[in-house]
């Protein structure tokens, strides 16, 4: 783990194993802000393109509100706030179904809640409101029965609640997902880049785009974070840790205590395995140039046959001579015979 880190900030500092410049590393460090301020500022946009459960059921909480009021004035109560409210719903009640800068629309049932509500609001004022024989006149209106006739409608009523925790279920996971795909092509890019800039030798490209791999990672790990505290698995974990264990909630962060630790392990060996691979003969050839190891681009010395700090095999047999040549490259160093 220690060598893996140590070759982390070696290659993040670094242009062709040479050190970067301290004006050179301070101007790397200030693009790699500027670029992640706009990675999250990108992340927090493309969230927000799908409209959040309050936002497409925006009825919804007033609604229950209702329900759950056992006042014997409560219809009397809701005329009231309705035409003493200036605004919408809620302050987040700005979206339309027709809006197409953002996925989702408001729920149907919702948009019947407001045409109701609004018919009450344009057939009355605030002045009726204070009248003294408003309380017994009120829930006479037709606009008004038609509105009370509506909220009591429980079974309508059960169907928005169903859709509404089904959308507050899977919204995490949308929003995750609408993440993923934001970043994912950045870290492609990037990842493509610096292996064809390492392939090239285009050292500066090389270590920009090693910065732009890692500073498109972070936020994904992130992001990964926050989905498993929050998201579907989270969720489906402490379903059934309430339904099975009685409500021990405490037992998901055991879970995640025991599972985080080996998917990292997981990790790291995978990293290890990939690293071990032996590089194509561009690659070979600039590590040859700069008295590197042949496979993990590590110092080793000129008579090392091995590389003291990965193990993989310097020399190989020439075809021709039979003498030992570097290994990947593409002629022996004795005869000048072509090894394919």
Not at 13 to 35: A, C, E, T, Y
Not at 95 to 111: A, M, R, V
Request: overall charge positive.
């Amino acid at each position: 783990m220690l060598k893996l880190i140590n070759r982390f900030f070696n290659k993040s500092r670094k242009i062709n194993d040479q050190p970067l410049s301290f004006g050179g590393l301070l101007v790397i460090i200030l693009v790699d802000i500027f670029i992640l301020y706009n990675v999250f500022s990108g992340l927090d946009d493309i969230t927000q393109r799908y409209i959040s459960p309050d936002q497409s059921y925006p009825c919804y909480s007033q609604w229950q509100g209702y329900l759950d009021q056992v006042s014997a004035d409560k219809n009397y109560e809701i005329i009231r706030d309705i035409i003493s409210t200036k605004d919408k719903l809620n302050p987040n009640y700005n979206y339309q179904p027709e809006n197409k800068s953002h996925l989702g629309q408001i729920n149907t049932t919702c948009l019947k809640y407001v045409n109701y509500r609004d018919q009450v609001k344009k057939s009355l004022s605030l002045e009726v409101v204070n009248a003294k024989n408003f309380k017994a006149t009120i829930l006479t209106k037709p606009e008004v029965i038609n509105f009370i006739n509506f909220l009591n409608q429980k079974d309508t009523f059960k169907t928005l609640k169903d859709n509404y925790e089904q959308s507050k279920f899977w919204y995490p996971t949308i929003q995750f997902l609408l993440q993923a795909l934001f970043l994912v092509p950045l870290i492609i890019l990037a990842y493509w880049l610096n292996n064809f800039a390492q392939a090239k030798g285009y050292g500066l490209v090389s270590l920009i785009t090693w910065h732009l791999l890692i500073i498109f990672i972070i936020p994904l790990l992130v992001k990964i974070f926050q989905f498993l505290q929050i998201g579907l698995i989270f969720r489906l974990i402490s379903d059934f840790v309430q339904k099975i264990l009685g409500g021990l909630l405490f037992l998901i962060n055991y879970f995640y205590i025991l599972i985080i630790p080996l998917v990292g392990y997981g990790i790291i060996k995978f990293s290890q395995t990939i690293a071990r691979k032996p590089k194509n003969l561009n690659q070979a050839a600039i590590n040859l140039q700069y008295g590197c190891c042949l496979n993990c681009a590590k110092k080793i010395h000129p008579q090392d046959s091995y590389c003291p700090h990965c193990g993989y095999a310097q020399y190989c047999q020439c075809s021709n001579c039979q003498a030992l040549t570097y290994k990947l490259a593409s002629y022996c160093k004795e005869c000048g015979y072509f090894n394919e």
